[in-house]
């Protein structure tokens, strides 16, 4: 990906250049992280080398990351939070659906069966399941307690961010210190060894997060108005587009792990990456809004965007709870992410958000 690379000049001169022509400048910063992440990816894989499966899987999983959560900050910084809450669905749909599908039918066709520890991947399943639960409590707050009590939104909003970061602190507990050994990964095909020492590979992961801040504050100011231009409501391009460029890192570096026959790390990417996007980054984006934002944002989303979770999450929790899988899996796994994909393209703007 390094020619792509110079995207991000083209994005930034078409920023400075032609500040009218917001559809270019949308689509090339959007491009323009596509390699960013890519190399952060790549950056990431490095430095998981040195390191452990289990470990591997949360550096991955946290760098890969960085490039959604800095997108959510310059949305909450312009007060876009049906940007925001859109991008945060989309990440955790596209890393359930469209990360975990494509690695499951990238490393399927190449071989028969591969395994991963049952244990670990149900313990994921469940707090995928209670990132769902902590998703349709405060829309279902919101149904149920009507205006009067919509004052009240904010503080149940804050209080619910606070114990996805206690649940997300005993995850990180639990599958590096007590049970670390449940994400090893055992008997599959491994690398010959590091290519970069932990410093440039941690050197390289700055250089691209600082891109990626840099790109999404572009993309970010460009993207109620690209919205109209290309006919899209600003919720699909949230859920759908951004979600898509923010997880080019998970995307490429699980299919190559799938590829490698490390499913054990490649799940760790993509059910991990959905994780710290509900446990953590949602909740950060929650609290970090009564410094950053105009006002405190909420944890209540559309009905769409809980419905899509819950799905994303129930088929994906049927799917890694044997242990195994095969191509047919990941092709499921990716008919469902299209599915959801075409509802939020015709959902009309009215329907989708809340305020």
């Given amino acids: 990906m390094t020619w792509l690379l110079l995207l991000v000049p083209v994005a930034a001169g078409l920023h400075f250049a032609l500040p009218g022509a917001h559809t270019l400048v949308f689509l090339a910063s959007c491009a323009a992280v596509i390699p960013l992440a890519g190399w952060l990816g790549r950056a990431t894989d490095q430095l998981a080398r040195h390191t452990g499966e289990g470990v591997g899987g949360l550096l991955n999983a946290t760098f890969g990351n960085a490039a959604e959560l800095i997108l959510a900050l310059a949305a909450l910084r312009q007060g876009l939070y049906p940007v925001v809450k859109a991008s945060l669905t989309g990440s955790i749909i596209g890393n359930v659906l469209l990360v975990f599908g494509a690695a499951v039918l990238a490393g399927g066709v190449k071989y028969k069966r591969q395994h991963f520890n049952v244990t670990g991947a149900r313990a994921q399943s469940t707090l995928l399941t209670l990132a769902a639960i902590a998703l349709v409590m405060p829309a279902g707050f919101h149904a149920l307690a009507g205006p009067a009590g919509l004052g009240r939104e904010a503080g149940l909003s804050t209080a619910i961010a606070l114990v996805l970061l206690a649940a997300y602190a005993a995850h990180l507990v639990f599958s590096l ?42 993309l970010v100011s460009e993207v109620t108005q690209a919205a109209a231009s290309l006919g899209m409501t600003r ?30 790390i490649a799940l760790g990417i993509a059910l991990g990456s959905s994780l710290q996007i509900a446990l953590f980054v949602a909740p950060v984006l929650v609290l970090a809004s009564r410094a950053l934002g105009p006002r405190p944002m909420d944890l209540v989303f559309t009905p769409a965007e809980v419905l899509a979770v819950f799905v994303a999450v129930l088929i994906a929790g049927q799917i890694a709870s044997d242990g195994e899988s095969h191509w047919l899996e990941g092709a499921q796994l990716l008919a469902v992410y299209v599915i959801l994909g075409m509802v939020f393209f015709f959902l009309p703007e009215s329907a989708e958000t809340v305020r």
């Fill in 235 to 264: 919720v699909f391009l949230g859920v759908v587009v951004v979600a898509v460029v923010g997880n080019a890192a998970e995307h490429s570096t699980a299919v190559l792990m799938a590829l490698r026959n490390r499913m054990e």
């Fill in 177 to 218: 210190v007590t049970h670390k050994q449940l994400f090893a990964g055992e008997g599959v095909e491994q690398p010959h060894g590091p290519e970069w020492s932990a410093r440039r590979a941690v050197a390289v992961m700055a250089a691209a997060t600082l891109a990626v801040a840099w790109m999404s504050e572009i």
